[in-house]
């Protein structure tokens, strides 16, 4: 059974720094890319950061590209989310996701508030 726990957000000022994690079971987890997303009130999900399998190659949203950083420990089944410099607009519930056999696993989320 797949699980993804989400950990590490919380109410922070702008400018100021989290740390997300998301420890994964259930499946094989060095095989698959892992991808963390993120839903403002009133908003769609969007993707906010992605990393293959062997942690080579990521991709970033636009709107976090040079804050943001996601990152993996294959052998501890975790994928992280380093978040700097957060501004007002990062407030979201933060999901970690990973697709297998063809079917999206989400995590529960966490969230991350910046507010001054």
């Known amino acids: 059974q797949v699980q993804l726990v989400e950990s590490g957000g919380g109410l922070v000022q702008p400018g100021g720094s989290l740390r997300l994690s998301c420890a994964a079971s259930?499946?094989?987890?060095?095989?698959?890319?892992m991808t963390w997303y993120r839903q403002a009130p009133g908003k769609e999900r969007e993707l906010v950061a992605g990393?293959?399998?062997?942690?080579?190659?990521?991709n970033y949203a636009d709107s976090v590209k040079g804050r943001f950083t996601i990152s993996r420990d294959n052998a501890k089944n975790t994928v992280y989310l380093q978040m700097n410099s957060l501004k007002p607009e990062d407030t979201a519930v933060y999901y970690c996701?990973?697709?297998?056999?063809?079917?999206?696993?989400w995590g529960q989320g966490t969230q991350v508030t910046v507010s001054s």
């Open positions: 996701n990973v697709v297998t056999y063809g079917q999206a696993r």
């Open positions: 259930g499946f094989t987890f060095k095989n698959y890319a």
């Open positions: 990393i293959t399998a062997t942690g080579t190659s990521r």
